[in-house]
């Protein structure tokens, strides 16, 4: 953000065109740009469910990997702040009503309330993303954590994968449970860590149970480091 601020007060063009630019490289990284024709169309209804109906023969709803909506929406809000900085209060209250936009086509889509499920599959990933990623309404952030609570408790360990763990631990640590995030990764009796471990595994496994078949050296769960550097920095 700093360096971003930096150059953009800098330049004698205005925050609007520049800001367009910056969320547009990210819309082309994620294949979304060059179809819908720049990030102006951020908050259409067909960015945000694209996302989540992208793949042919899935439910709409079943969180596959894809976060782009939630991802959209905080680099948002981001840039509201950045334009808070450079006191460009037009473009505070633009990006604020853009990132509100947002929320309410997501959960226009995929917020189911009074089911099991609430969002998605009801898997960990399912509740936990768009609760790190502010796409919960501040009214329903209690049962929806409570519904991700209850379903670790359940189940005993952590079921999200690569993609859901770093917001897990995110929404857990907000909550306040960073002991139900020290029990997750130390208890050696149910998939995780510490499991690992117990298995004889020396380094990082694909998958939680470190099972036959799959990669015995794969970064692909280690979000634990960016835990602890967040929490110790």
Excluded: M
């Excluded at 329903?140 to 991700?148: D, F, G, K």
Aim: positive net charge.
């Amino acid at each position: 953000i700093v360096t971003t601020v930096a150059v953009l007060s800098q330049q004698p063009a205005d925050v609007a065109i520049e800001r367009q630019r910056i969320v547009h490289q990210g819309h082309v990284r994620r294949g979304l740009g060059p179809r819908l024709g720049g990030c102006r169309h951020c908050t259409r209804r067909d960015v945000v469910v694209q996302g989540f109906e992208s793949r042919r023969g899935r439910r709409a709803g079943e969180f596959h990997g894809n976060r782009a909506p939630g991802e959209v929406r905080h680099e948002t809000v981001v840039l509201g702040k950045i334009a808070g900085v450079l006191g460009r209060s037009g473009d505070v209250q633009d990006y604020a009503a853009k990132a509100q936009i947002i929320r309410d086509a997501f959960n226009r889509e995929f917020f189911r309330p009074g089911t099991r499920e609430l969002y998605g599959t009801g898997s960990q990933t399912s509740l936990a993303l768009p609760l790190a990623l502010g796409l919960v309404e501040p009214a329903h952030r209690q049962e929806v954590l409570a519904a991700l609570l209850r379903d670790i408790g359940t189940r005993g360990h952590s079921s999200a994968g690569a993609i859901g763990t770093r917001y897990l631990f995110r929404v857990l640590t907000d909550a306040g449970q960073a002991d139900l995030i020290h029990w997750l990764i130390t208890n050696p009796d149910r998939p995780g860590y510490a499991y690992q471990l117990r298995q004889g595994n020396t380094s990082l496994a694909e998958s939680w149970t470190g099972q036959t078949g799959a990669s015995q050296n794969h970064f692909f769960l280690g979000q634990i480091i960016e835990w602890f550097k967040a929490q110790s920095a």
